[in-house]
């Protein structure tokens, strides 16, 4: 990736790429297995969010409620002991004092992304967030990136997104952003980097 002079603003993923969240995905999914028996559905629930809203079209918005109810109780548990990734705290900094704005674009809720980056005092640094319940549709959809750039006051092409997983990919690539993936779940994609201090050198600041 060329250094661009024209970036005014850097999204970031949250879980995997800002942080992990210590969330028990196996328990969780067994918690949903059972609310979707209770009705007869029969869902795995591997993709958590897709087949919540798969399961709700059939079982109806009570129950669609009642799992991101769960979802989030989880999510919160977690967020009280997030794990910041290396570097984390000094590339939000850099970027900010370097007259960048600063975005966290999640399928995480709202206050799991506000409680786990206040846990770890990086939210002073963040000019807006977008959980899942702030557009219709989450990632790997566009909606996220683009009313977080409306947001934000910046286009597509003065823009980065960086995250960790093919989700954040897609929707950055479809929404018009120049996208950095960080770590190893993405491969084959030119503008890779191994942690997230290589940020800083891919961007004039």
Do not use: W
Not at 149 to 178: I, Q, R
Request: glycine share 6%; proline share 3%; with cysteine.
């Amino acid at each position: 990736m060329e250094v661009k002079d024209r970036v005014k603003a850097v999204l970031f993923d949250l879980d995997e790429t800002l942080l992990k969240l210590p969330v028990n995905y196996e328990e969780l999914r067994e918690k949903l297995r059972h609310c979707a028996s209770r009705l007869n559905l029969k869902f795995e629930f591997r993709r958590i969010l897709e087949d919540i809203d798969a399961a709700s079209r059939i079982a109806g918005d009570d129950f669609r409620r009642e799992c991101y109810e769960i979802v989030e109780s989880y999510e919160l548990e977690a967020a009280m002991k997030p794990i910041p990734e290396q570097d984390a705290a000094y590339v939000l900094e850099k970027l900010k004092e370097g007259g960048l704005r600063i975005g966290v674009v999640s399928r995480n809720s709202r206050r799991c992304i506000l409680a786990s980056l206040e846990k770890l005092g990086l939210t002073k640094h963040v000019d807006v967030i977008i959980g899942r319940e702030d557009t219709q549709r989450t990632k790997p959809n566009t909606e996220p990136i683009i009313y977080s750039l409306k947001l934000l006051g910046v286009g597509a092409d003065e823009a980065v997104y960086v995250g960790d997983h093919p989700y954040d990919l897609a929707a950055a690539s479809a929404a018009g952003v120049t996208f950095i993936a960080v770590g190893d779940k993405i491969r084959g994609y030119g503008s890779r980097v191994r942690s997230l201090r290589e940020i800083i050198s891919l961007i004039s600041i």
